[in-house]
């Protein structure tokens, strides 16, 4: 629970006591309350965190992205319970994203505009792994003023295979399995670990496939868990299933609203 | 007296003023600081509470829900704290400070009670709170609503952490304050009955609880008259259940886990001692 952190132990502990009684020594001297207080200044700040999660799964001839709906200011206050975080932007391509929710809005309007611009130019609509390389470079574009966003980009690659690619907020980028961002990212990726990646699993026992249904109930039951102990997820679940030589299927299902 | 030997001194009587409080670990906690140590934080319970008077009486609620940071540290926490039989404290802010503060009066008024043989009065309970309150000077994060019956009729007050106090006809405190509050003012009116003002408090409380995200799970309320106090809850609004049970079960099979290390002990029985009786 509530302790210190930070002090490590160094193998010259005398040297260390040494350094604690000197530090004693200054504070007693001269401690904080006798010195003048410091102003806080309020910095200018353009980011706000708009909390929800999001979350994707990749199988063999599948993406399934998910991510719930709850818009939320300053950890408390509900915005609205119908934000949509996931934006499908062509049959192949699914795009979610967690984080300032105005960069979201402005990380996929110009994803949105790139690939139209490329299906202008080339009539074809443009690949995942491409788009995955396009993102990582739009990111990296505003590496001193960032968009603070966790995208994850899924969907079906040329060879009919499930991708899930995982960004940070300047495009380092990571192609998985499965992954998770937002609030309750912490929650779920353990989750996963446990239920796909299967790190915990001892050699010799079985371990399930992971099939297209039940990637979609890990999925559900991840958000039905993050929404009972995480306070700015919760409302529905936005689904999104892409399946090689299928439309993509949307859905919404209800998580609890309180 | 040197000028060091009075500092010396002052410093000594900032850190043992006595009462409830040791400052004796404050400068090694800044020594502590300066070699790059992290305090810890306090956890802060964002909370709805709510507190209506009616004809004769006064109806009490609070949420049940205990946040650390964006994590639901208890989903079933007792906010609505008895003070005496007939006077209650619904309590925001820093749980154990109000664990710690109702626990105090609630002890205080009792022995009030015994030694003078009357019920103790709301008002008592207050500047009691506000007292201590004042003294720490809003370092104690306390937010109380406290209500109750006695000898002189219903009375519900708000005292903040700094020691204010006000005195209302209804009110609600929290984080999901602002959205109970829309509903106390839409639909309060003076002189209700009392099972009109029990819908009330419990209406502005899942107000609350739908609006806020620091606030839900389960509601607690308390209905207090002059000859009897009932207590109702945890009350479970249908917004507060899980709209849909989960798809799959996760039983781990007996000795799945991988073992990732093993070490075997051996220890000599020198000596060993009979502890039958």
Redesign the interface.
């Known amino acids: 629970m509530?302790?210190?952190?930070?002090?490590t132990a160094s193998a010259d502990a005398t040297n260390q006591m040494h350094?604690?009684k000197q530090?004693?020594r200054?504070?007693?001297a001269k401690?904080?309350?006798?010195s003048a207080r410091h102003i806080e200044r309020q910095r200018w700040n353009p980011y706000s965190m708009e909390?929800g999660s999001t979350c994707a799964i990749s199988g063999d001839n599948f993406a399934i992205v998910a991510s719930d709906t709850r818009m939320?200011a300053n950890?408390?206050?509900?915005l609205t319970r119908d934000a949509e975080k996931i934006q499908v932007l062509n049959d192949s391509i699914i795009l979610t994203t967690s984080g300032f929710y105005g960069d979201v809005l402005q990380l996929t309007k110009v994803l949105q505009s790139r690939l139209h611009k490329y299906r202008f130019d080339y009539r074809a609509d443009m690949s995942v792994d491409l788009c995955a390389e396009l993102l990582s470079r739009n990111l990296y574009y505003r590496r001193f003023f960032p968009y603070y966003t966790g995208a994850i980009l899924a969907g079906i690659d040329e060879h009919g295979k499930g991708a899930v690619f995982s960004y940070d907020p300047i495009g380092c980028i990571e192609r998985l399995g499965y992954s998770a961002s937002g609030?309750a990212e912490p929650m779920i990726i353990p989750f996963l670990d446990c239920?796909i990646g299967h790190?915990?699993?001892?050699?010799g026992?079985e371990k399930p496939a992971l099939t297209m249904e039940?990637a979609?109930?890990?999925m559900?039951?991840s958000f039905?868990?993050a929404a009972?102990?995480?306070?700015?997820t919760?409302d529905k679940i936005h689904l999104v299933i892409a399946e090689a030589g299928k439309p993509i299927v949307q859905k919404f299902?209800?998580?609890?609203?309180? | 007296m040197a000028s060091t030997d009075v500092k010396n001194t002052v410093s000594h009587m900032e850190m043992d003023r006595g009462g409830a409080f040791d400052f004796s670990n404050c400068i090694r906690n800044q020594a502590m600081c300066k070699m790059g140590a992290t305090a810890p934080t306090l956890t802060s319970t964002g909370t709805t509470i709510v507190a209506v008077s009616y004809k004769g009486g006064l109806v009490m609620g609070a949420d049940s829900r205990a946040t650390a940071g964006n994590i639901v540290a208890d989903k079933h926490c007792e906010k609505v704290h008895k003070l005496t039989e007939s006077i209650y404290a619904c309590g925001a802010g820093t749980a154990a400070d109000l664990d710690q503060v109702t626990k105090m009066l609630s002890g205080n008024l009792r022995l009030l009670e015994l030694n003078t043989g009357r019920k103790a009065r709301v008002i008592t309970a207050l500047r009691q709170a506000k007292q201590h309150l004042f003294n720490y000077r809003g370092y104690i994060g306390a937010y109380l609503l406290i209500g109750g019956v006695d000898p002189t009729g219903p009375h519900l007050y708000m005292c903040s952490a700094n020691g204010t106090t006000m005195a209302f006809p209804f009110t609600a405190q929290g984080s999901g304050s602002y959205a109970a509050i829309t509903i106390l003012e839409r639909d309060f009116k003076v002189d209700m009955t009392k099972e009109e003002a029990e819908s009330l408090v419990q209406r502005a409380l899942e107000a609350g609880m739908h609006g806020d995200n620091a606030s839900g799970n389960s509601l607690n309320v308390v209905i207090i008259e002059p000859n009897e106090t009932v207590f109702k809850g945890p009350i479970v609004p249908e917004f507060c259940k899980r709209p849909e049970p989960n798809d799959l079960s996760y039983k781990f099979q007996p000795g799945a886990t991988k073992v990732l290390k093993n070490k075997v002990y051996k220890y000599d029985i020198v000596e060993s001692m009979d502890i039958s009786h």
């Open positions: 509530a302790c210190f952190n930070g002090i350094s604690f530090a004693m200054e504070v007693s401690p904080d309350w006798l909390g939320t950890d408390i206050n509900i609030a239920q790190v915990t699993l001892d050699e026992y039940r979609i109930s890990l559900k039951d039905r868990g009972e102990r995480e306070i700015s919760g299902l209800p998580l609890r609203e309180d």
